[in-house]
């Protein structure tokens, strides 16, 4: 199974997302219900490890907290800018829970994640855009903001590539509690 820990998001905030995308030739928008924000991609992994790794999740005890994206930025490899997310705000809250969970995946035995955490929805994948329009876009929205929402939960999903798009399953849910 290719693996990975995300949250989901209200569909107020995948609103206000969606109406980011268009006007921008040549690149490949997510479809709204595929946004999310990754909290630790773990990969292909059998399925009995699997199971270990939705124990060491189902042990995490972390409070519900605050989540607000803000702005938009993008990432760039070998000199070419491959996607364009909105950044979310890296508040004690996330950053605790993202901790905590690559605590539980490595003592469940996956190697450690080498980069550091920097929390984004992927809005688009940017191969195909022109510099100069995808810099236009960036700073046309760069007072994006979404109010702040609750997060009350984290997600182990599924994720199967397709040729047009990945389908991502929501496998497991686990709460957070005050
Ligand atoms: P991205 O949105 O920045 O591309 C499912 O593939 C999720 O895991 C995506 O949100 C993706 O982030 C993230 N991810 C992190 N590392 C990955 C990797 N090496 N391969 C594929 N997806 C990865």
Redesign the pocket.
């Known amino acids: 199974m290719r693996l990975?820990v995300?949250l989901e998001l209200p569909p107020e905030v995948k609103d206000r997302l969606a109406s980011l995308a268009g006007g921008l030739p040549g690149v490949r928008w997510v479809r709204p219900e595929n946004y999310?924000l990754?909290l630790r991609?773990i990969?292909e992994v059998p399925g009995h490890l699997a199971e270990e790794l939705d124990l060491a999740l189902a042990a995490i005890r972390a409070k519900p907290f605050p989540l607000s994206l803000s702005g938009l930025g993008t990432?760039e490899k070998g000199g070419r800018v491959q996607?364009l997310?909105v950044v979310a705000e890296r508040t004690p809250g996330l950053a605790h829970l993202q901790s905590k969970i690559e605590t539980a995946l490595q003592r469940s035995g996956l190697p450690a994640e080498r980069k550091r955490f920097a929390p984004?929805v992927?809005l688009a994948r940017t191969e195909g855009a022109a510099l100069p329009k995808l810099a236009g876009f960036i700073q046309a929205h760069n007072l994006f903001r979404t109010e702040p929402v609750m997060v009350e939960r984290f997600v182990l999903y599924s994720?199967q590539l397709g040729k047009e798009a990945?389908v991502y399953t929501p496998e497991v849910e686990y709460d957070l509690a005050a």
Request: proline share 0%; glycine share 8%.
């Open positions: 990975f995300a999310h990754t991609f990969g990432f996607s997310h984004h992927t994720s990945a």
